[in-house]
Nanobody, 125 residues
């Protein structure tokens, strides 16, 4: 069983920055593609970012492109989401997810086998 745990959420003013962290407990973590999704109240879960198993390749949702940066540290079994120039519409619960199989349909939540419990990000003045 793989455990995924997010941290780093909080309250930030518009234009500010936050860095989310995600730890995964697995001996084969280095082979996993990882992603961040988010879900705001009353809305569907939304793809935010994805990193390949090696960390060499990333993809982003249109709404965060140019503002968010995802990275992967295989030596520490960690992934990170650096969020800059935050906007009120970024307010949501952010979830980290792990895909052991490297699905090409990385924007779909169903492609991920393991999920964290989520961390709240609130952007408000």
């Amino acid at each position: 069983q793989v455990q995924v745990v997010e941290s780093g959420g909080g309250l930030v003013r518009p234009g500010g920055s936050l860095r989310l962290s995600c730890a995964a407990s697995s001996k084969t973590y280095s082979q996993f593609a990882m992603a961040w999704f988010r879900q705001a109240p009353g809305k569907d879960r939304e793809f935010v970012a994805k990193v390949s198993w090696s960390g060499a390749s990333t993809d982003y949702g249109d709404s965060v492109l140019g503002r968010f940066t995802m990275s992967k540290d295989n030596a520490k079994n960690m992934v990170y989401l650096q969020m800059d120039n935050l906007k009120p519409e970024d307010t949501a619960v952010y979830y980290c997810a792990a895909d052991p199989w490297g699905s090409s349909e990385y924007e779909h939540a169903a492609s991920y086998d393991y999920w964290g419990q989520g961390t709240q990000v609130t952007v408000s003045s």
